[in-house]
């Protein structure tokens, strides 16, 4: 096949993946819906893709996985950077040379009868000031008709790369899928990403986690913007201004909720309306105004299906009702998919996420809990008008959450730039019985990027804060947490939508319109500033109790912070020991 571009960067590059690789053939994707289409033909000729429901669920596709291929692999993801140092005490590491001479091994001929793709793609509107590009060789089909809906894929790509050699090269190989030969591995001084015996998203589209945040973040560093694992919200008010906040959230915390939030009736009715412009990933960059502007790099949503319903997200479900990939859900008769959590209604005859007869009555999950929908983000119904606007859209607060129970008030204003990236710093959520470890257990999981900062995480947390001197007007920066229980175990914060009256205040205290209550984490609201018109159940004391800090557990929490910190060493800027110090001296 003749090939989509004469850059002879990439045409050498290529040649060379092929020669170790040695597919049979090398196919030039092009972008193009024709050619899209004739792979999904073979897919679903091969079972790698099941059509499903025409009717119901035009242009879509489920998607089975190996069964030991459905995660990212933190264990066997790698940031290899020339010095261990650099790549910081929570990624694991390997010298580059002697990574790549063991990838090798394991990539000699593994593509033998087989073919090999090329997908040039864009994060970011293609010729943005905040567009990077990448191409990314892989076996697989379901990758290349998955990236087409995460990215801007498609032949004006090399249009934009141009003669240069300024692109992400990714190497995808499938392979046997062996779990013990897995491995997941940037080389971020070479601005290369290596992904092989994997087909699982979060290893194998290499926009995402390995392009868009592990890579970019380095990227960032070096040229002065931020990648970030966070949402992006646009919120309207009645008076039809829209005001845009960036969240980070460690798994389990409602992020892609948030993302997709319907206000509740009462904000309904007086004419305030939410708008999405990401549900993952933020790009962040210093504009001419001083402020900090954002894009969503991706094009679409790769999201958790369990627990997704009309009820918890009608807009994450109308997105997947067309032209969407499922993968690893449970297949009904009727040709469409069921997930736990969808809807109370189990079907009966209906297949696993394995392909398996499934009885509801087994106990054993139809779909795999990580089982996910591909979609694309214009099937959005809040989609944000500015989605595609290539400037991106300005920032007023950045929000950190986290799952706790007792420690952290629903919402606290930090009380400046500096004391903000230490809330980032110290960011920690308690584990679910859902994820692994003990439940209540704390992981600190600095600004929700653990596995995604591709190099040293306290030069990170430097990157922030030397972020402020390019910004005359920066963000104010917040913590929100939503799953604060009574001593009954019981939630005292509805959640949901009615998180709009908790960025109501923020939106407030950005625009200098409210006071807040000083307090060692920074501004707390008044009960009374949260508004609870039309809200059944949360009275004046509840939120009293929402908000109090306890300097009881303050002192635990302060423990745990210095043991997070001392993983990091010397590396630790100054001011946010200043800011630990701060805290110590008023729990002691
Ligand atoms: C994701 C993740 O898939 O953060 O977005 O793991
Ligand atoms: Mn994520």
């Not at 990227?219 to 309207?236: K, N, S, T």
């Not at 205040?505 to 209550?517: L, P, Q, T, Y």
Request: with cysteine; aromatic share 10%.
């Amino acid at each position: 096949m003749t090939p989509l571009t004469s850059n002879k960067h990439i045409l050498d590059w290529i040649g060379s993946c092929a020669n170790l690789c040695r597919p049979d053939q090398v196919v030039w994707i092009d972008g193009s819906e024709e050619q899209l289409e004739q792979l999904r033909a073979e897919a679903v000729s091969t079972g790698e893709l099941i059509r499903l429901n025409e009717e119901k669920l035009p242009g879509c596709y489920l998607h089975r996985s190996d069964p030991s291929d459905v995660a990212r692999v933190e264990g066997r993801t790698f940031i290899c950077s020339r010095k261990k140092e650099d790549a910081g005490p929570t990624n694991n590491w390997m010298d580059p040379d002697e990574m790549k001479a063991k990838l090798r091994g394991i990539y000699d001929g593994c593509m033998t009868g087989r073919t090999m793709y090329v997908i040039p793609y864009s994060m970011g509107v293609i010729g943005s000031p905040f567009a990077k590009y990448g191409i990314e060789l892989t076996d697989s089909i379901y990758v290349v008709v998955s990236m087409a809906i995460m990215t801007r894929m498609g032949k004006e790509v090399y249009d934009a790369i141009g003669d240069s050699a300024d692109y992400i090269r990714g190497l995808h190989a499938s392979a046997e899928l062996d779990p013990e030969k897995r491995y997941i591995v940037q080389f971020p001084e070479e601005d290369y990403i290596m992904s092989v015996n994997s087909a699982y998203g979060g290893n194998a589209l290499l926009g995402k986690k390995c392009f868009a945040l592990r890579i970019a973040s380095c990227l960032g560093r070096e040229e002065g913007w931020m990648a970030e694992h966070m949402l992006i919200l646009g919120i309207e008010n009645p008076q039809g201004e829209v005001s845009y906040v960036c969240g980070a959230f460690p798994s389990a915390c409602g992020k892609t909720n948030l993302a997709m939030l319907i206000p509740p009736a009462y904000y309904r009715e007086k004419g305030w309306k939410c708008w999405t412009v990401g549900d993952d990933i933020a790009w962040l960059r210093p504009g001419p105004d001083g402020r900090l502007w954002a894009v969503n790099p991706e094009n679409g949503f790769f999201g958790v299906a369990p627990g997704t319903s009309e009820k918890s997200n009608p807009n994450a479900m109308a997105s997947t009702h067309k032209n969407t990939i499922f993968t690893n859900v449970a297949l009904k008769e009727d040709g469409t998919v069921w997930w736990e959590g969808m809807d109370k209604n189990p079907p009966t005859n209906a297949l696993d996420w394995q392909g398996r007869p499934w009885d509801p009555a087994s106990g054993a999950p139809a779909a795999h809990p990580n089982s996910r929908f591909t979609a694309p983000s214009t099937n959005c119904p809040c989609i944000s008008p500015e989605f595609d606007n290539p400037q991106g859209v300005p920032i007023s607060a950045i929000i950190f959450g986290g799952r706790r129970a007792k420690t952290a008030p629903l919402v606290c204003q930090s009380k400046n730039w500096v004391h903000g990236v230490f809330t980032g710093s110290v960011m920690a959520s308690e584990k679910t019985a859902a994820s692994e470890g003990t439940v209540g257990e704390l992981r600190h999981d600095t600004m929700a990027m653990l596995p995604f900062c591709g190099y040293h995480m306290a030069d990170y947390w430097q990157h922030w804060l030397d972020m402020e001197k390019l910004l005359t007007n920066p963000p104010k920066i917040f913590t929100v947490n939503w799953f604060r229980v009574d001593d009954n175990g019981h939630f005292l914060w509805p959640g949901f939508g009615e998180n709009l009256r908790v960025l109501e205040w923020i939106m407030k205290r950005c625009v200098g319109v409210i006071d807040a209550e000083p307090c060692i984490l920074g501004y707390l609201p008044q009960p009374e500033d949260i508004d609870t018109n039309g809200l059944e159940g949360v009275t004046e004391d509840d939120l009293r109790e929402l908000l109090r800090v306890d300097p009881d557990l303050w002192r635990q929490e302060v423990r745990h912070i210095e043991e997070h910190y001392k993983k990091f060493g010397d590396k630790i800027p100054q001011p946010l020991l200043d800011c630990l110090k701060d805290l110590e001296a008023w729990v002691d």
